[in-house]
Each structure stands twice: as structure tokens, then as C-alpha cells.
């Protein structure tokens, strides 16, 4: 059993930055890869990054790339996003995940744990 609390979301400006942070408890945190994930309103929920078990690994979606970093503090059981240059399409609920059975880090379907979300809110 894993728990996953996300925290860092808010309410900023076109081209201001947020680090989310997602706190891990439960199974040993090294051991799985981490995903962040987002839904807007209306829409479903879709992949934003991941980063594998040991963070040698990093993984985004086209959009984010060159503005926001995924990374992993194990001994803090942390995940974090660091989010630059946010655009009001960045605007969310974004969601940590842990993938426990070493699936496809970018699949929403291989997660087995979720948080329950921070709400990203970008104005123009």
C-alpha cells in the first residue's frame, strides 16, 4: 500500500513558476517510478511526467518539455515538479502516481496509487 499527498498548487500568472511536491508513505519509495499527471476541467485525466525508481530516467509530454523537471529525493520519499514559464493551458488538477509493477512509466492505466490532486491555476 502506498500514500501519496501532493501540495505547492495555486493560483499564479502567465510565466510565473510552482513546484509541486508529492509525499510518499507505505511500500519502500526507491523501489517504484513516479508519474504526475493533470485533468482539466471537462477533460480527462492525462500524463505530464515521470521519473524512474533510482531518477535516472525522466519522461514528458511534448508540451511541458524544456519547462517543467520531474525529480525524486529518496530519502525525503518526495517527488517533486518544478514548473517554468507556465501558460494558462497548464491550468489543472494535477495528480502524483506510483507504478509499482515497473510497467510503462507514461500509461495512466499501469499506476496503482493516487493522491488526490492540487489545483493549478494559471492566469493570462
Known amino acids: 500500500q502506498v500514500q501519496l499527498v501532493e501540495s505547492g498548487g495555486g493560483l499564479v500568472q502567465a510565466g510565473d513558476s510552482l513546484r509541486l511536491s508529492c509525499a510518499a508513505s507505505g511500500r519502500a519509495f526507491s523501489s517504484y517510478g513516479m508519474g504526475w499527471f493533470r485533468q482539466a476541467p471537462g477533460k480527462e485525466r492525462r500524463f505530464v511526467a515521470a521519473i524512474t525508481s533510482s531518477g535516472g530516467s525522466t519522461y514528458y509530454v511534448d508540451s511541458v518539455k524544456g519547462r517543467f523537471t520531474i525529480s525524486r529525493d529518496n530519502a525525503k520519499n518526495t517527488v517533486y515538479l518544478q514548473m517554468n514559464s507556465l501558460k494558462p493551458e497548464d491550468t489543472a488538477v494535477y495528480y502524483c502516481?506510483?507504478?509499482?509493477?515497473?510497467?510503462?512509466?507514461?500509461?495512466?492505466?499501469?499506476?496503482?496509487?493516487w493522491g488526490q490532486g492540487t489545483q493549478v491555476t494559471v492566469s493570462s
Open positions: 502516481a506510483a507504478n509499482t509493477r515497473r510497467l510503462a512509466l507514461t500509461i495512466r492505466g499501469n499506476y496503482d496509487y
